[in-house]
Every structure is written in C-alpha cells, then in structure tokens.
C-alpha cells in the first residue's frame, strides 16, 4: 500500500489497529475549479449558542435555519450530453437550497451516458452535496475524496438511479443542510420533517456521507466519517422530483453489491441513527401532493421494505401487493464496518436483510434490525475495543457497550458464526467469565453505562409479545462482562410483562447459553411459575433473568406459540391505554388492558390482570409445587411455551370457554406435539374445527378418539374426553393459510398445493441452516362447547372439580413436563415417544379401502414382485418394518427395480395414493427415487405416471403421493415400480402401498395427462425426521415431485 510522510507532527491524535483505521485523503489537484472567494461563503453562519437535545452529557446543537445562503459553482451534464470527470479539485461548489446546483451533477440522462465517470476528484467546502446522480443510469463514481460537505454527498436522487457503481469514495466531515438537524433522543419515532425553502430535500435534516434511495447499484469500498449516519438508505415507496410518475417502488429494489464499506464517527444525534441506517421515509405529504416530507424516525406505514423477486409494480400494477413466501427476496450486505459510533453500527426498521462478515468497534450496540427475516452471519461485535473513546463530552462511560437485542413481537432473526468481544458491563455478578479485563466498566476514558449487556430481550410490553422469533448458532464470547438482560425500561419487569414471561430463543447448539448442547432459553421471570422450568436439570441465569432448558433431556422437546380468544369484547381491549384499568365492574367498556405502556393505572390495578392460568399437565405443575398456577393467562392470551411435553393445561378464572378460538399458530408439528387440554363437565358434547383464511368452505371436523396418546400420536385432527379427570384433549398443528385438502401432520418442508405463489405450505423462515416457523394470518382452530352458560356470557355454568391426570406408567414419578422416571435424577426414564406420522398404510384420514399391493412388505420373499429389468433381491440386513426388504441391484438403467402387476386390483379413472419407504445402499449420499404407474389403454397408448423424492443412505424416505389414473379408452395394463438412482446405484424398497382414495375432497389434485412432463408437489417425510423442528432446522428435505410423462 501507500505510505504518507508527514513534514510536521498531526495535530490529533489518529488511531490504527485491527478493528480501524483513519482514513487519509488528498484535497489538492492540478486542475481546481471554484467558486468565488467573495460571495461564496453563506452570510447567515450558524453563531454556536444554540442547545437541544442531551447526548451522553452535552447538548449542543447547531443553530436551525442558519448557513442557509452559500453559493458557490456547480457543474451540470444534461440533455443528452456526456460527463467524464478526473483529477479535478472543486472546492466552494454548490449552491444551498437549490436543486440541481451540485458540484457535479448528471440530470436526466437515462442509459445514455454509461460509459461516463467521475473519479478521483476532491470536493471541499460544498455547499450543496457533492455528486448527484439523477435519472441516470450505469455511471461509475469511484476513488473520489470529499471533505466539509453540507447535505447528502453522494446522492441518488429520485430513487429511481440504478446500476451505477460507487466505489472506494471517502465522504467526510458533513452538515445538515440549513443546520436542522434531526435531534431527538430515545423513542423510535421523530417528528416529520416538511419541504420548505431552506430545507428543499427535507430528508437532508440526517445528511449523511452516501444517500442511497435505490439498493440496485454497486456500492463497492466506501468510507464514510461523520454525518448524521454514515449512510443512509431511506425508504421510498415512489419515486419523486422528476420521475415520481415512473412506476415502481425504490424501497423495496434489491441490492446488487454493497460491500466493503466503512462508516465511522457517527451517528450521534438519536440512538437509533446506525452508522449504517435502513430507515426514515421521503413521501408526498397527504395534504399536498406537491410537498415532500421525510419521517427521520421508525415509519411503518410509509417506512415499510419487502424486498421481492417479482416486481410487484409490473406484474400486479400495484407496488404494495403482499409478497408470499416463495417469492420473498433478501437485501444483502457484506463484509462492512463501524467504528466508534455511539448508536447502532447498524440498525434497519424494515426489510428482509442477510448481513454477512459484519464487524461493529466501538459502538453502543452491534447491530439493530427490526424485521421478520433478518439472517446474520460471521458478525463480529467489539463493544469496548480499549482505545481511548474521542466523543463530544468524552464520557463514553454514558454509551452502552451492547452486542444486540432481541425485539418483542413479528420479528425472525437467526444469527449463525458469531463473535462478541468486550461487551456488557463488568460487574460482580458476571457467572460466566472473572477476568478481570471482561467486558468494560464505567471508566470515563473507554467505559460503558453499567447495564450494558451481550444480549438482551425487549420486555417492557403487555401488547407486543414475542412468537418464536430468534434462533443462533456458534456464537463465540471473548472477555464479554453480562450476557444476558430482560429490559423493561418501563417498569424493570415489577411487576412483570406478557413479553418478559413470555420471552424464549432458540439455541440451537448452545454455544450462546454457554451448555454446548442444544438449549431453549426462556424467560425466569417468577411469576411466569414452573411454565419455564420444567425439571432439576434446568440452569438458572439470575442476573437475566434466564432458564436455560436443555432439549435433549427429552425426547420431541421444542417450542410452540399460539394465541387464545374466547371473547371478543375482552381482547379487542388490548393495546387501548386509556388512563384507567379494565376491573370486573366495567365491563370491557371504556377502560384499557395489556397496551405498551405503564402495567398499573393510577389507582394501582393492573392493566393486564391473569384471567386464568396454564401450566403443564401433571402432578410436578400443580399447586403444591408451583404455587403461581402457571402462566398467568390474559386479555393479551398469547402463549409460548416447550412443546413435546403431555399436555398444557389451560383454566380461566370465569370457567370453560364456551368457544375458544385458537390462532397465529407456530409448531413443527411432526418433530414437537402441542397438546392442548382443558377442564369440561360431563355432559359436555364438542365440536371442534379447522379453518383455512379467504376460504369459507376449507373446513376440516375433527373426531374423537379414544386416548390421549390417540390424539397426541394423530394427525391433528382429533379430540379426546376423558370422563375421569373431566379433560378435553386437542393437539394444536400449524396448517397452510388458505387450504386445509389433504389432511395431514404439515411439516416445515411440506410443498404448497393450493397454486398460489408460495413454496412452502407452512410459512417459515430459513437461515443457515436454521428453520422458524412463521404464523399466518387468518386460519384458525375453534372449538365449540355445548354447554349451559353460566352467569358470566360465554363460559360454561361449572366447572368440575379438577382430577390431575395421571401421566407416569406404574413405578414412575414425574420429573418433567414430558418425562418420567423411577426416581428424580434416574436415568431409568419413561419418555413418551411419537410414533411415526406416515405408516405403511396410511390411517383412514386419508381416505378408506386396503392397500392394493400383495406381500408389500417383502416378507414373503419375492412372491408377486419381478424385476423391473436387472435384479432384485430378499434383503435381511435393512427393513422399514418386519425383517426383510427388497434390493434393486445389478442395475444397467435408471428405470431398473422391483415391479409387480396392478391390472387385476386397479381400475381406470380413480385416485390411488402410492406410497413406498427406501433407502440407498453404499456410498451414494442422496439420489432420487421414483415410484411410477405404467398405463396402458387402447386410446392413448402408453403413459407414466409417478411421485419422487430425494433419498439417502442413512435413513428411511417415505415416497407418497396421490396419482389419477385417467385413461381415455380402455384399460389394458397396469403396473406399480420403482426406479430413478442413477445407473450402478443399489437401493432398498420396503412397505409398498397403493389405496384407492375415497372421494370428499380430500385428495391431492390429480395428475393431469399431458403431451409433456409436468410437475405437482406432494408432500413428503423423512422416517427419521429428517424435517428439522423449528429450533434445530439443521437439515433440509428436498422437496418432491409429482410427475408423468409419455412416452
């Protein structure tokens, strides 16, 4: 690299070591142009008496509507022209308050200047930003150097600038423009600020170093020191000036590259502007549609990114149209930097992000994002980095040193690779490392505020509520001081919130709680009772405070979220803060419950009293060891809790619910059963449904069983009485949003099946390796309960005395919500197990008949089978089931394996579901495998119809799916085999099935026959469940194919 020598000492002191480095520029070209030395400067200079806002002990502030008179030359390429630009120095250049008057400026030039550049130039003393890009495409701006800058340097103007290259620029030392600034303090929101004619581009009240309207351009290598952000990427949900009739939305186009960038020494006016800021919104005010305003602050109307891979502008003519899971897309940044920021190093309101390689110096807090799917990998946080801290004031004692926070409600955040290196306050109750340089203490030279932590968990609300929102992988510690800190900065969680009890992360390999095995960490908040910790091996982290859960302590442990309404005039309370409390003498009228604010009203009562309670079943939850009943249950009823246990118990306080409606559900129902249970009186009849959304029609009716072990084992559509403890027994799965067809146990990777643009039947998010599952709005379970209704609306007259179930076989004790055992600590254990969601013969749920296949399980050897052309072979070493299976070996093609002859068993023009289990023998991994239906007639000829999936060799595969045999003519030939591994490769086939489907609906869609292949997804399931549950989504099934073709 280059090396600079100084001829004389630098007045300042400048630092360089591994996490930063000052950047140095050259101001001075042989070619300078300038403005006037006479009448340039501004008239109107700010005095430097004026005060706002405290900022970690000092408050000033530059004077608003000053400096707002400069006046210096500008450069200006238009109309078809062409602008390159090299080795130039502009000092004195642009003109406040003026559009167009820029010290370079492309106006218009649309794809007609691409090969135009602007590069290694200097621009001092701007008056009015220093290059804009405006309706201009394809330009390069690169190694350019710009110092002493009022607004926006860098400027995409309109948003509508794409796939220009700004690259290895330094913008440094910039002003708000007419000195307004953007001056607030803690809170998410900031006043709008509205176009006048000192403040022509209101937005400039956060002028920052790169103002990136539009991500599809490269932003490769840039520096940015100072500003109000170093850059800022606000939202626009239309383009304006020039181009705002140009239909698409600029916010939500998606990055190119943005890589390599660095911003430093900034971020200072509010503590959520990040060095690098996604936020703030540019739009036409209502009122007057010819005024801009711009929200500095946290938008979520107009503020809101979803990037998508389909342009919804084009193809729906409308820019707000929903993005579906499927066509989702991620704004990607990688390999940035922040350094000495006293804000968020980087901090989005909105939009799907993947942040890769980020590292975060000295900052307040690593990283901030406020989205559902927000993926961060390899992040390195150096809270404290022990450099002397040079800020306004110099007390960075009063900056947090925090790695990152967890935010309450709708979030999705999955952080894999992971370090955090001196955060969190060294205090006397760190547990987790004594070192006496860990973390940072409240040193006035490169301190931190004392209740700085690694992690913490937003826990101030009764209206805002996590679902299963956040998950990590390799997360490393080096010398950090607190991890952990539920924050309530309304009320320090006394009492306690919805939020705060009910707060949960999933760990997927416990490196963040420190275990080293997999670990659900939940809140240990008292009064959320024994609803976290489950058994003697839970670990406690009290300065949280945590419960650190260990999951493979049981066998199908997991977590699951859902939400509970049983009357409307009670939840519709939630979020109102009026000044006085609901109590049982108003109502639910014109009073407040469970809202984002204080928890107790001026009298002293609660906002967001318990109406109830729910806690695991079983004798180890009751009141004689968890006096508190549980978890306290709600105006606000959101649930999340560990899954895979007997049952949750719930009880209201007014008694049963006589309608109980259940959504905003989130489980992976094959891997964590969710049982739900609830006390009834005998006489109670049920009836207990499934609905899709938009679909008045997709209802599913459960029916009763015979056993709790029935409706915990069954596909989710069964309910259980229990005349003995007066219990009725639901299992809660999450189902698609608009089709409930085909009945079954959705797993994470189930295929999509109602045509619409989703992927996945149940909504998720995925993230290295990483799988959580994501709610949708509007399908829902309900159960309705036939009973006298009390003198309380809408609850059951009684409520029978409670019988606790027994959950332990004879000789067993309880020591889990999901485990027994012969003694507290044994290991001799009774663990209730799931037994597999898909047999050989599918349950009735899926139509009625037999399966049409003879010795389908091989164990009368090869009687009825033949070979498909090379050779199969009786197998005693593998078997799905029984002891035997059948090996295709000795194969020369792909369609080589087991066949046998369906013509006598099947007929033309009905739906058979078809269905095998196999594995690969030797070293191939993964291959596919197909299981086709060979039909001849005497109209069509010869056609193939068939269901794939993709199988291993270290598991059973389950292949299913539905195939319509519709023939034009009349049936001559029909046979069942198996095919597909590459040539050479042998694989097992075990328990064959084909069952005709009854009709009602609930098949699959048939195959359509077709002069060319085509393809429908089935859904599929590993046997040893190889579809990750929501915390360990560390393995992925390929998805499965419906397929035929002729030939």
């Known amino acids: 690299g280059s090396a600079v020598h100084f001829t004389s000492s630098a007045t300042y ?27 340039s400067e501004p008239t109107d200079p700010d005095t430097g008496s004026c005060t706002g806002n405290w900022h970690f002990g000092v408050n000033f502030k530059p004077c608003p509507w000053t400096s707002t008179t400069g006046f210096g030359g500008h450069i200006m390429v238009h109309s078809g022209g062409k602008g390159y630009m090299e080795g130039v120095e502009l000092y004195r250049m642009g003109q406040t308050n003026v559009l167009g008057r820029y010290p370079f400026h492309w106006h218009q030039l649309g794809n007609a200047c691409s090969d135009c550049y602007f590069r290694a130039n200097s621009i001092h003393r701007s008056f009015y930003r220093c290059i804009s890009i405006h309706g201009t495409h394809n330009t390069t701006v690169s190694e350019n150097v710009a110092y002493d800058v009022d607004g926006y340097c860098y400027y995409l103007e309109d948003g509508v600038e794409e796939d220009n290259t700004i690259s290895f620029n330094l913008a440094a030392h910039i002003h708000p423009v007419s000195n307004v600034v953007a001056d607030s303090g803690g809170g998410q929101t900031i006043t709008p600020f509205v176009q006048s004619r000192d403040l022509i581009l209101p937005a400039d009240a956060t002028a920052s170093g790169y103002y990136i309207t539009n991500l599809h351009n490269d932003i490769i290598g840039n520096a940015a020191s100072g500003g109000w952000a170093g850059f800022a990427l606000p939202v626009l949900h239309s383009p304006i000036g020039a181009n705002r009739d ?56 107009k503020g809101t990114r979803s990037p998508c891979l389909v342009d919804k502008c084009v193809e729906n003519n409308n820019c707000g149209s929903y993005c579906y899971e499927g066509e989702r897309a991620w704004y990607k940044l990688t390999n940035n930097k922040v350094f000495m920021t006293a804000s968020p190093s980087l901090n989005s309101w909105s939009g799907r992000m993947e942040v890769i390689r980020f590292e975060a110096h000295d900052v307040a807090l690593g990283m901030e994002a406020l989205q559902d799917g927000f993926g961060i990998d390899q992040l390195l946080v150096e809270c404290r980095s022990g450099e002397e801290w040079v800020i306004p004031g110099n007390r960075p004692d009063y900056v947090s040193a925090n790695g990152f926070f967890w935010y309450d409600t709708g979030q999705g955040h999955i952080i894999s690779s992971s370090t955090f290196r001196n955060c969190g306050a060294r205090n006397a109750n760190n547990a987790y490392d004594t070192s006496p340089t860990r973390g940072c203490d409240t040193n006035e030279i490169n301190g931190c505020s004392s209740g700085s932590t690694v992690w913490g968990f937003l826990t101030h609300s009764d209206q805002f509520t996590p679902e299963l929102m956040q998950a990590t992988s390799g ?4 010398d950090c001081g607190r991890r952990f800190k539920l924050v309530d900065f309304k009320d320090n969680n006394t009492p306690s919130s919805v939020s705060g009890r009910a707060q949960n992360w999933i760990d997927t390999d416990g490196s963040a709680s420190g275990l080293n095995e997999p670990t659900i960490m939940a809140s240990g908040l008292t009064d959320a009772g024994n609803w976290w910790k489950v058994d003697s091996n839970v670990v406690d982290d009290p300065e949280a405070p945590l419960a650190f859960i260990k999951v493979n ?32 003498s108003d109502n639910w009228q014109n009073c407040g419950t469970c809202y984002n604010g204080s928890k107790v009203d001026g009298s002293g009562d609660p906002y967001c009293p318990a109406l109830g309670r729910i806690r695991h079943i079983g004798s180890k939850f009751d009141l004689t060891n968890d006096p508190t009943g549980g978890l306290p249950i709600t105006a606000n009823a959101e649930v999340a809790g560990l899954t895979g246990g007997f049952a949750w118990l719930l009880q209201l306080d007014d008694g049963p619910p006589k309608s109980l409606k259940i959504d905003q559900i989130e489980v992976d129902p094959v891997e964590t059963p969710m049982v739900l249970a609830i006390p009834y009186d005998s006489g109670t009849s049920f009836s207990i449904t499934a609905h899709a959304a938009y679909c008045s029609s997709c209802v599913e009716t459960f029916f009763a069983v015979n056993s709790v072990d029935h409706v915990r084992a069954s596909q989710g559509n069964t309910y259980y009485y229990d005349e003995a403890t007066k219990l009725l027994y639901v299992r809660i799965v999450q189902t698609p949003q608009t089709y409930l067809t085909d009945w079954h146990l959705w797993n994470l990777d189930d295929l999509n099946m109602d045509g619409g643009p989703r992927t996945h039947a149940l909504d998720r998010f995925t993230f290295s390796g990483i799988t959580l599952p994501s709610f949708a709005y ?39 919500y999901d485990k027994c055992c012969v003694s507290e600590g044994s290991s001799a254990c009774y663990i209730p197990t799931l037994p597999p969601t898909f047999s050989p013969t599918p349950q009735p749920t899926f139509g009625q008949g037999d399966n049409l296949v003879l010795n389908p399980g091989f164990e009368s050897g090869l009687t009825d089978w033949y070979a498909n052309s090379g050779l199969i072979q009786i197998d005693t070493s593998q078997a799905h089931s029984g002891t035997q299976s059948v090996l295709a070996t000795g194969r020369t093609s792909t369609w080589n394996g087991p066949q046998q002859t369906m013509i006598e068993r099947m007929s033309a023009n009905k739906t058979y579901r078809i269905s095998c289990w196999a594995k690969l023998k030797g070293t191939t991994s993964s291959d596919t495998l197909k299981l086709t239906l060979r039909i001849n007639d005497d109209v069509d000829g010869t056609k193939w119809l068939g269901i794939s999936n993709t199988i291993n060799n270290q598991d059973w595969t389950l292949i299913q799916g539905d195939i319509a045999v519709n023939v034009a003519g009349t049936v001559t030939g029909i046979d069942l085999y198996a095919e597909g591994p590459a040539v050479g490769v042998e694989y097992y086939v075990d328990d064959v099935s084909a069952i005709e489907v009854s009709s009602g609906g609930r098949s699959l869609e048939s195959a359509r026959s077709s002069t060319q292949p085509q393809h429908e997804d089935v859904e599929m399931q590993s046997a040893s469940g190889a579809v990750v549950s929501p915390m360990f989504a560390l393995l992925t099934v390929a998805p499965i194919c419906l397929w035929y073709q002729w030939k």
Request: with cysteine; proline share 4%; glycine share 12%.
């Open 13 to 39: 002191a400048h630092i360089a070591n591994n996490g930063y480095q000052a950047e140095v520029g050259l101001l001075s070209r042989n070619i300078k142009i300038q403005g006037a030395a006479d009448d």
């Open 246 to 301: 140009v239909n698409m939305r600029p916010g939500n186009r998606l990055t190119k590259v943005f890589d390599g960038n660095v911003a430093h020494s900034t971020g200072w006016w509010w503590s959520h502007a990040g060095a690098f800021y996604s936020g703030g919104s540019l739009y036409y005010s209502s009122g007057d549609d010819t005024l801009l305003e711009y929200n500095a602050g946290r938008d979520q109307s």
């Open 475 to 478: 997360i490393t510690y080096e």
């Open 553 to 584: 302590d049981g066998n199908e442990r997991g977590l699951g979220h859902i939400r509970l309404r049983w009357k409307d005039e009670i939840h519709n309370t939630v979020g109102n803060g009026s000044s006085k409390a609901c109590t049982p």
């Open 778 to 816: 509007g399908p829902y379970l309900h159960i309705d309960a036939d009973c006298a209704e009390g003198a309380i609306s809408g609850h059951c007259a009684t409520t029978p005395s409670y019988v606790e179930p027994e959950v332990c076989p004879p000789d067993y004790i309880q020591v889990s």
